[in-house]
């Protein structure tokens, strides 16, 4: 059993910074993928970025590569999205997520954390 807790959302202009964080308890976290989703409203949820289980691979969707970065704190049982140059199109609830295997859907993943709240005024 894994429980995920985001924190770290805000309100940010357009071309700022955030980092979003993805605290998770239970002994097996590091042998889980940590993905991250995303939600704005009336659209689903879409793949943001994914880190390994080692830390070692990170993935990103297309719309993010070059201003996000996923991250791994082993010893702290965290995971990281940095984001930068933030675009009014990144508001959204984010979302961290666990699985077994790397997959872009979300379905694919086991354990979901609460969801923080990213908004960006332009």
């Known amino acids: 059993q894994v429980q995920l807790v985001e924190s770290g959302g805000g309100l940010v202009q357009a071309g700022g910074s955030l980092r979003v964080s993805c605290l998770a308890s239970?002994?097996?976290?590091?042998?889980?993928?940590i993905a991250w989703f995303r939600q704005a409203p009336g659209k689903e949820r879409e793949f943001v970025a994914a880190?390994?289980?080692?830390?070692?691979?990170?993935y990103y969707a297309d719309s993010v590569k070059g201003r996000f970065t996923a991250s791994r704190d082993k010893a702290k049982n965290t995971v990281y999205l940095q984001m930068n140059s933030l675009k009014p199109e990144d508001t959204a609830a984010y979302y961290c997520?666990?699985?077994?295997?790397?997959?872009?859907?979300?379905?694919?993943?086991?354990?979901w954390g609460q969801g923080t709240q990213v908004t960006v005024s332009s």
């Open positions: 997520a666990a699985g077994v295997i790397y997959s872009r859907d979300s379905g694919r993943y086991d354990y």
């Open positions: 239970g002994r097996t976290f590091n042998s889980y993928v």
């Open positions: 880190s390994s289980s080692s830390g070692t691979n990170t």
